[in-house]
């Protein structure tokens, strides 16, 4: 029983020991990182970016259309890029309603 914990004793000792006696890991030095040229196809300015395909969003579903349309103008109003849908369906609870769609 000695002898087990006095290898289990200088198996730990020795961990520790090499342990604080390793050299600290050191960060590499800070080199600028190169900037990544993008193709000339990627390159996109703003007035491009405004041009690009907008996707569909649910949003809520309502009990009638005009309160569908409320909405919709509500939220086009704050968002003049955006665009309003009412679609006609069935709700999760089986009931007829009116989902309103962004696209934006």
């Given at each position: 029983?000695?002898?087990?914990?006095?290898?289990?004793?200088?198996?730990?000792?020795?961990?520790?020991?090499?342990?604080?006696?390793?050299?600290?890991?050191?960060?590499?030095?800070?080199?600028?990182?190169?900037?990544?040229?993008?193709?000339?196809?990627?390159?996109?300015?703003?007035?491009?970016?405004?041009?690009?395909?907008?996707?569909?969003?649910?949003?809520?579903?309502?009990?009638?259309?005009?309160?569908?349309?409320?909405?919709?103008?509500?939220?086009?109003?704050?968002?003049?890029?955006?665009?309003?849908?009412?679609?006609?369906g069935?709700?999760?609870?089986?009931?007829?309603?009116?989902?309103?769609?962004m696209?934006?």
């Amino acid at each position: 029983m000695r002898t087990r914990k006095a290898l289990a004793g200088l198996a730990l000792g020795t961990t520790v020991g090499l342990g604080l006696m390793a050299a600290p890991a050191q960060a590499a030095p800070a080199q600028p990182v190169p900037a990544q040229v993008a193709p000339a196809q990627a390159a996109q300015s703003a007035e491009e970016t405004k041009g690009a395909q907008a996707t569909r969003h649910f949003y809520s579903s309502h009990w009638t259309l005009r309160e569908c349309q409320a909405r919709g103008n509500y939220w086009m109003s704050r968002n003049p890029s955006w665009v309003a849908e009412c679609d006609p369906g069935l709700g999760t609870d089986g009931r007829f309603k009116y989902h309103l769609y962004m696209w934006y």
